[in-house]
């Protein structure tokens, strides 16, 4: 039993590349939720998923796109990377009635 | 953000002392609440969960005033493993389902 694997765990982009960061969850848990984390700012909701085929925004979701195709995976998309997206990424999954489970976090850095 | 306030810290005690982080939230809809453990470059792991007036496990005591809107977390007999970032996090519910949203959190420095 993994829990949550975040992919990959450590990454550098030029400005201006894509890439898509992979959450997958093995507990068959509804909701997954992506954050990011900067120093001093806390975690930052950016989207999160109530089920499978569904999303929605969170309080930072610009820049960002996501998709729930599988209920187990969760994927964030980076269009084009800018400077301002270099944080560390945290992926969470949850049932209704308890806290969420964390992955490992991926430390994206965008030169 | 001014939904979940917290008193970021750092809060430097020695081991054995007894220690309170409080949380202030601005929804007086939500209903649970949590306290999360942070060590540094790490993922944020769940340490109590407050369904009601409050809730104990061993040295942590967590309590729950819903007239104030604020929650604490109480530390007793500080050890040197507690040193680490809490965090309060209260959820947030609207159309589309409900996620967390956490605190900066409150960082804890025991020494011995």
């Known amino acids: 039993n993994a829990g949550v694997t975040q992919t990959p765990k450590f990454r550098v982009l030029k400005t201006g590349q894509s890439m898509t960061l992979l959450c997958a969850q093995d507990?068959?848990?509804?909701?997954m939720y992506w954050y990011r984390q900067d120093p001093g700012m806390g975690l930052r909701l950016i989207h999160y998923?109530?089920?499978?085929?569904?999303?929605a925004k969170g309080e930072v979701p610009d820049g960002y796109n996501v998709s729930r195709l599988k209920k187990q995976n969760f994927l964030l998309g980076l269009e084009s990377a800018a400077p301002s997206q270099t944080s560390v990424y945290f992926c969470?999954?949850?049932?209704?009635?308890?806290?969420?489970?964390f992955g490992s976090g991926t430390r994206l850095t965008v030169v | 953000r001014k939904e979940v306030e917290q008193d970021p810290g750092p809060f430097n005690v020695p081991e054995g002392a007894t220690v309170a982080f409080n949380c202030t939230y601005s929804?007086?809809?939500?209903?649970?609440f949590f306290w999360y453990r942070q060590d540094c470059r790490k993922e944020p792991k769940l340490l109590m969960s407050?369904?009601?007036s409050g809730n104990e496990d061993g040295r942590f005591t967590a309590q729950l005033n819903r007239a104030s809107q604020y929650i604490s977390l109480l530390i007793r007999d500080s050890k040197l493993s507690d040193s680490a970032t809490y965090l309060c996090?209260?959820?947030?519910?609207?159309?589309?389902?409900?996620?967390?949203?956490f605190g900066k959190g409150t960082t804890l420095s025991v020494s011995s």
């Open positions: 969470a999954s949850r049932t209704s009635n308890y806290g969420y489970t």
């Open positions: 507990m068959n848990h509804e909701y």
């Open positions: 998923s109530v089920g499978e085929g569904t999303t």
């Open positions: 929804n007086s809809a939500s209903q649970s």
């Open positions: 407050v369904y009601s």
């Open positions: 996090v209260v959820p947030y519910a609207n159309q589309a389902g409900t996620a967390l949203i």
